[in-house]
């Protein structure tokens, strides 16, 4: 085996210039695209012209940017979640509120032009991006059909989103997704999560931006629980589940609390005191379902949370830079990545950093081989203590 280590971000992001788009839409909304356009406005600080830094909006379509900025880092293959605006959003779709019923098809156009627009986008690199078309929930149809799309298109995954406490929609821990998860058991089909959503709609106060930093860590892990104790995973056991850029440390004591209360409610007898009888229960601990189902997307991870990968198990982990964000890695990856694993041992270092996100995903280490003998750092240069820190604020140095 080479001793260099091929390495695959959990945690990139792309899209597709406005005027790019257009033509991926379907022509009955051509028209209403150009009204649209008329009125939208950046909402990204880093995708405009002005930014103080200067823009960076390239990386998030150019072939020739993207892949040399990355090669220099050591990366050379990804899982590519959306950044930019499609048509018809006010925002990024998983920054977005919810399709309305008003809004539903408009939304939905825009986002399947967005996933004609990532199959092209992945295409320039066969076997090197892995695209996350995205699916919303108001018509478990629509959604079929888009996991269908994803199947027959090469996609291994799509990305499904958080669901808001004060949702309209019916949470995970129903069975009203089933047919859905059925279906992507049945095409190998993951399912993937981003941070940073599903906090209810706070408005009118100047704390709201404080009380969504407390919060959305909690709005966005609660999928996994859900999805967990409403038996998603006993139905369909061999669905697989992602969570990306939600933190590592929270997991293992959240699977430790629900065995917890697992082991005592099947020891003690006490499932009756909670309204639930004993055929109600889940056969197998919560941990077994995470263990079978489930995988984290450790973006950036800090030297703190290494421990934290460990206790979990490394096989569960796939490392990500968070590309093209400024809270990501780049361009000091190599250094990132020996400021949290140096002293890590090999089999360790090639799970986590690219061999999980390559079973997970279905890519081919054989393929990427060559590229990380060109790009990828050697084991030997990533297992050396970090001596000095680079002039960089990003978290992943800045956090302990």
């Avoid at 940073?196 to 106060?205: A, Q």
């Avoid at 009380?211 to 860590?217: G, I």
């Avoid at 966005?220 to 440390?249: C, D, N």
């Avoid at 263990?291 to 490392?319: K, T, Y």
Wanted: negative net charge; proline residues 8%.
């Amino acid at each position: 085996m080479s001793s260099h280590v091929t390495i695959i971000s959990s945690d990139t992001h792309a899209g597709g210039k406005i005027l790019d788009y257009k033509p991926y839409l379907e022509s009955r909304w051509h028209d209403e695209f150009e009204e649209w356009k008329s009125r939208y406005t950046n909402p990204f600080r880093d995708l405009q012209e002005s930014a103080p830094e200067g823009s960076s909006r390239d990386r998030n379509w150019d072939k020739n940017r993207r892949t040399t900025e990355q090669y220099e880092d050591g990366i050379v293959a990804e899982i590519v979640f959306p950044n930019t605006v499609p048509p018809f959003f006010p925002t990024a779709q998983f920054n977005a509120p919810q399709p309305t019923p008003k809004n539903f098809e408009r939304r939905l156009a825009g986002l399947r032009a967005h996933a004609r627009w990532l199959k092209d986008f992945c295409d320039e690199l066969p076997g090197q991006r892995c695209g996350l078309p995205q699916i919303v929930l108001n018509d478990i149809d629509e959604a079929i059909t888009d996991v269908r799309w994803a199947a027959e298109n090469g996609f291994t995954s799509v990305m499904i989103p958080h669901v808001p406490p004060d949702s309209d929609l019916d949470h995970y821990f129903t069975q009203t997704y089933d047919p859905l998860w059925a279906e992507c058991q049945e095409l190998g089909i993951v399912l993937t999560q981003h941070g940073g959503t599903g906090v209810p709609s706070y408005k009118g106060s100047p704390a709201t931006p404080f009380l969504l930093l407390m919060e959305v860590p909690f709005y966005a892990q609660k999928s996994m629980w859900h999805l967990i104790l409403g038996g998603v995973f006993e139905r369909f056991p061999k669905l697989k589940y992602v969570m990306t850029e939600q933190g590592v440390s929270w997991v293992k004591p959240t699977l430790d609390r629900m065995d917890t209360f697992w082991n005592q409610m099947t020891s003690t007898g006490r499932v009756g005191e909670l309204g639930m009888t004993a055929e109600q229960m889940l056969p197998q601990k919560p941990s077994d379902y995470f263990q079978q189902n489930c995988w984290i997307g450790a973006s950036f991870p800090a030297p703190s949370d290494a421990q934290a990968i460990r206790e979990l198990g490394v096989d569960r982990v796939m490392w990500g830079s968070d590309y093209p964000h400024d809270e990501g890695t780049y361009p000091h990856t190599k250094e990132a990545l020996r400021n949290t694993f140096a002293g890590w041992n090999e089999p360790d270092l090639r799970s986590v950093l690219g061999h999980n996100a390559a079973h997970v995903y279905q890519m081919d280490l054989d393929t990427l081989a060559p590229l990380a003998e060109q790009h990828g750092p050697t084991i030997e240069e990533l297992q050396q203590p970090l001596t000095s820190m680079p002039d960089n604020a990003s978290p992943a140095f800045t956090r302990g």
